[in-house]
C-alpha cells in the first residue's frame, strides 16, 4: 500500500496540478483568444514559442528554468535583492516550471476551440447590443466549453506526469519538492517494485479516468451550429 512519504508525494503533485491548471486557465484563456483573432503577421513566433516545451527535451528547459530561478540567474538575483528567497528548489519554482512546460497543453485547446467559434455567432450578439466582454462571457465561453474542458485536463494530467522538469528545478525533497513520479524513480532505484507498481498504478488510473471524462463529456455536448 502507499506509505505516509508516497501519500505526501501524492498530495503535492495533485497541489502542483491544480494549482498549475488554474493558472493556465487564468492566462492562457486571453492569450489564446489574442490569438485566435489577431491579425498580426508574426504571431506565429508566438505560437512556436508556446509550442517549445513539445519538442523540448525536458531536462534542457528545466536546466534554463534552473539558471533563471537560481541565486544568480535573473529571477533569483532580483528575488535575493528584495530580501526574498531563491526560487529553485521550491514548491513555487516547481509552480513556475510546470506552467510553462504544460503551457502549449492548455493554450492550443483554447486557441483551436475560439477559431472554430467563427465571426458569425459574434456578429449576432453584437446586433444585440452585447459589448465586447458580454460576448466574450455569453457566447464565446460557452461555444467553446469543449475546449475548457480539453484544456484543463490535458494541462492537470500533463503536470502530474512531470520530471525532467520538476527534477531540475526542485530536486528531490521530500515533503516540499518530491512529486509522484520523483517517488516512483527513487522505489525503482531502490528495488521496491511493490511500492513502485501501488504509484504508477494509481496513476496510471487517474489518468486513464481523466481521458475518459474529457472524451465522454466531448460526445455528449455536441458544438452548436448557428
Do not use: C
Not at 18 to 31: A, D, E, K, R, S
Not at 73 to 100: E, K, Q
Not at 115 to 129: D, H, K, M, N
Request: glycine share 8%.
Amino acid at each position: 500500500m502507499f506509505s505516509q512519504p508516497d501519500l505526501i508525494a501524492l498530495a503535492i503533485t495533485l497541489k502542483l496540478a491544480f494549482i498549475t491548471t488554474v493558472i493556465l486557465l487564468l492566462l492562457g484563456t486571453p492569450f489564446a483568444w489574442w490569438l485566435s483573432r489577431t491579425r498580426w503577421r508574426y504571431k506565429f513566433i508566438l505560437e512556436a514559442i508556446v509550442a517549445l516545451p513539445l519538442v523540448l527535451p525536458p531536462t534542457v528547459l528545466g536546466f534554463y528554468l534552473l539558471i533563471m530561478l537560481g541565486p544568480n540567474g535573473p529571477v533569483g538575483g532580483l528575488m535575493d535583492a528584495i530580501g526574498g528567497r531563491p526560487l529553485a528548489f521550491t514548491f513555487t519554482g516547481l509552480v513556475i516550471g510546470s506552467v510553462i512546460y504544460s503551457m502549449p497543453f492548455v493554450v492550443q485547446p483554447l486557441q483551436n476551440a475560439f477559431t472554430s467559434i467563427g465571426q458569425r455567432p459574434l456578429e449576432v450578439a453584437a446586433t444585440l447590443r452585447a459589448s465586447p466582454l458580454d460576448r466574450f462571457f455569453t457566447v464565446t465561453i460557452p461555444l467553446a466549453r469543449q475546449g475548457f474542458l480539453t484544456a484543463a485536463v490535458l494541462g492537470f494530467a500533463h503536470t502530474l506526469g512531470e520530471f525532467g522538469v520538476v527534477l531540475m528545478i526542485g530536486g528531490n525533497i521530500p515533503g516540499e519538492t518530491q512529486v509522484v513520479s520523483i517517488a516512483i524513480y527513487d522505489h525503482v532505484e531502490s528495488l521496491e517494485y511493490v511500492q513502485a507498481h501501488w504509484l504508477s498504478g494509481g496513476l496510471l488510473l487517474l489518468s486513464f479516468l481523466m481521458l475518459i471524462a474529457v472524451y465522454a463529456l466531448n460526445r455528449r455536448f455536441r458544438p452548436i451550429q448557428l
